[in-house]
């Protein structure tokens, strides 16, 4: 076997356990940012492409997009479909998703910091009431402590839109924004946060209880996404990786 032929069994080897790692969800992209930025191996994006279809590795298929309608615009939009920030806590998005378990429907409300993609607050639970936001939002603030003047963004549902959320924001010395009525796309940071959890989590297999499912959707909050998952829109790092370096680069700058 030649010294080539090794190489190649050998990267294979790797990728394989890059790819269980991520759950099985990485494409070629992120396995080669793991490569090369975790394990120091120098290999380019085209030969890990080609060794992962040899090797039928693939990542989880996306979702599919269907056209959005246009919604009616409201007053109170204050991002306007412009989700990059500088900083921490300078925006916020939030929304809930429901599965079902075989018991019934579980809820989760998260809070994602635009700036590096990390949830920042989630709650769980079997209703989907205002008290779920409420919580969601409870921890983002207890975790950031935010300086006042951030946005809050959500979409018109009653849970966000109830007086004792704007409360909890305005409390806080944040800003409420709201998107166009039925329009996704406003929202999008968050959409595509739970098409991704929906992928990689949810959907991989049947729940049989609550329990089981909040313990996972837990896990995959704080493990998975936030420490390890590499994200391409900041990188290819997880999200507190990115907000590492960034802190000090800028203490480095100071």
């Known amino acids: ?6 190489r190649r069994q050998w990267l294979t080897g790797l990728i394989r356990e890059v790819h269980v790692a991520s759950r099985g969800t990485y494409g070629y992209r992120r396995v080669h940012a793991e490569l090369t930025m975790a394990m120091g191996v120098s290999v380019s994006g085209r030969t890990v492409f080609k060794l992962m279809r040899l090797a ?17 615009v409201t007053v109170g939009d204050l991002v ?25 429907w579980l809820y989760c409300a998260a809070v994602l910091d635009a700036y590096s993609r990390r949830i920042i607050g989630w709650s769980i639970d079997s209703k989907q009431d205002s008290a779920l936001v409420v919580n969601a939002l409870d921890m983002a603030v207890r975790n950031r402590r935010p300086e006042p003047g951030g946005i809050v963004h959500a979409d018109h549902g009653t849970q966000f839109t109830s007086w004792v959320f704007g409360e909890k924001i305005r409390s806080a010395g944040l800003l409420p924004s709201f998107g166009s009525v039925g329009d996704g796309l406003d929202n999008a940071m968050m959409e595509s946060f739970w098409s991704s959890m929906q992928i990689e989590l ?3 297999k049947r729940w049989n209880t609550r329990v089981e499912l ?41």
């Open 80 to 104: 306007n479909r412009k989700f990059a920030r500088a900083r921490p806590n300078e925006l916020w998005v939030t929304d809930i998703t429901q599965h079902r378990t075989r018991e019934g």
């Open 202 to 204: 949810l959907n991989r």
């Open 1 to 6: 076997m030649t010294q080539s032929e090794l």
């Open 56 to 72: 039928g590795i693939y990542a989880l298929p996306g979702p599919i997009r269907t056209k959005r309608l246009r919604g009616v």
């Open 214 to 254: 909040a313990n996972a959707i837990f896990e995959y909050i704080e493990i998975f996404h936030n420490r390890q998952r590499r994200h391409s829109a900041l990188g290819y790092r997880t999200p507190i990786k990115y907000e590492t370096l960034r802190e000090n680069n800028i203490l480095a700058a100071g």
